[in-house]
């Protein structure tokens, strides 16, 4: 499971409300969890905002395992 699903499961979040707090589609969200798709910087800081972490934590989960 992604850094980013382990994330949004953790905090209770429904994928459906993520995505749209974050501005996003729920298809993108879905595929960004998946690893279909890379994360721009902008969207990893929608997201981060959204889950309470820090951007690079999205785009970099090792740095979450330290």
């Known amino acids: 499971m992604s850094q980013l699903k382990q994330l949004r499961i953790q905090r ?8 749209a707090q974050a501005q996003i589609s729920p298809g993108y969200l879905s595929r960004l ?13 929608r997201l ?4 309470s972490v820090e951007p690079a934590d999205l785009m970099f989960p090792e740095r979450m395992a330290s």
Do not use: F, N, W
């Open 48 to 51: 981060a905002a959204v889950l």
């Open 12 to 19: 209770g979040l429904k994928a459906r409300a993520v995505a």
């Open 33 to 45: 969890e998946r690893g279909q798709v890379g994360m721009s910087v902008d969207t990893a800081r």
